[in-house]
């Protein structure tokens, strides 16, 4: 816990420096987050999760299920689990951000850590004011030999400020993406991802680093079998138009086994590209 705690000094440190440079719309979400993993750190991960989370956010156990049903019972989750985050990124109108980063669990707070994984979250301002997370997904990895180092936070496409253009619904889009996404994966596996990806995507797979060189991309991609796309559960958008995610459940292949994905959109130059994509396999059901 030692490594995660100096960790988070430098991460508190670099925020500051990369805000003086952003638009200070992230500054909220970065104080959110930390705010979080710190609950987290002195009161344990159920209640942490219970006061971030809302109610109906969706987390994957694979399966898909909303954090009330699974945090809610006592006595929740055992262990110590801490994380950071090494890159974050906020839509143009400041309603929808997300935040990605490494974290590891540990049997109790003072103990190392025995499992380790990166995160994804996407974050959405309430009508308070407040940011919570309205989803939650992560794999599991082997330990890295050194602290992640961050990449420089995303912020919103040229054209900032401005309204989004007249035209079809941003989430209507994204259900549109979706399809046509799905129809191809039934054909294709995972390889009709490959021409969705914006500049920079990232992947997450369990066992591995989050992806973003072509080549390993392209590797992880080609292995995943042509299956049912699955239609999202969820598809929302930010109101500037330039950022979105949707998740839900595909599959099953022809092993019988299915997937639960979640998924960030950003506009890019005037059309829809995935900048992360996190797949969590489903083991076939026992009959």
Do not use: N
Request: glycine residues 10%; positive net charge; aromatic residues 8%.
């Amino acid at each position: 816990m030692a490594r995660f705690a100096k960790a988070l000094l430098w991460v508190l440190a670099l925020g500051a420096q990369a805000l003086s440079a952003q638009a200070p719309s992230i500054e909220p979400v970065l104080r959110a987050e930390l705010a979080f993993a710190a609950q987290a750190d002195r009161q344990g991960i159920r209640r942490a999760f219970l006061t971030w989370l809302v109610e109906d956010a969706k987390v994957f156990k694979p399966g898909m299920v909303t954090a009330r049903a699974h945090y809610g019972p006592e006595p929740g989750d055992p262990g110590h689990l801490a994380w950071y985050p090494e890159a974050m990124g906020i839509a143009g109108s400041g309603d929808l951000a997300w935040s990605l980063g490494p974290w590891t669990w540990a049997p109790g707070r003072d103990m190392a850590g025995l499992v380790h994984g990166h995160y994804l979250s996407l974050w959405r301002r309430q009508p308070t004011g407040a940011w919570r997370v309205v989803a939650d997904i992560g794999v599991p990895h082997a330990a890295p030999l050194k602290a992640s180092e961050p990449f420089a936070p995303w912020d919103a496409p040229p054209g900032r400020g401005k309204p989004p253009a007249a035209g079809p619904d941003p989430a209507q889009q994204l259900r549109q993406r979706e399809a046509a996404l799905a129809a191809a994966w039934s054909l294709k596996g995972g390889l009709a991802l490959l021409p969705e990806l914006a500049r920079g995507a990232r992947i997450l797979r369990p066992r591995a680093q989050p992806l973003q060189a072509d080549q390993a991309i392209r590797e992880a991609l080609r292995a995943e079998a042509p299956a049912p796309g699955g239609e999202p559960a969820v598809v929302q958008a930010a109101a500037s138009g330039d950022l979105g995610w949707t998740c839900g459940e595909a599959g099953p292949d022809a092993t019988g086994a299915g997937a639960s994905f979640l998924r960030i959109w950003i506009l890019e130059g005037g059309a829809w590209k995935v900048l992360f994509d996190v797949r969590l396999p489903i083991p076939k059901s026992q009959p």
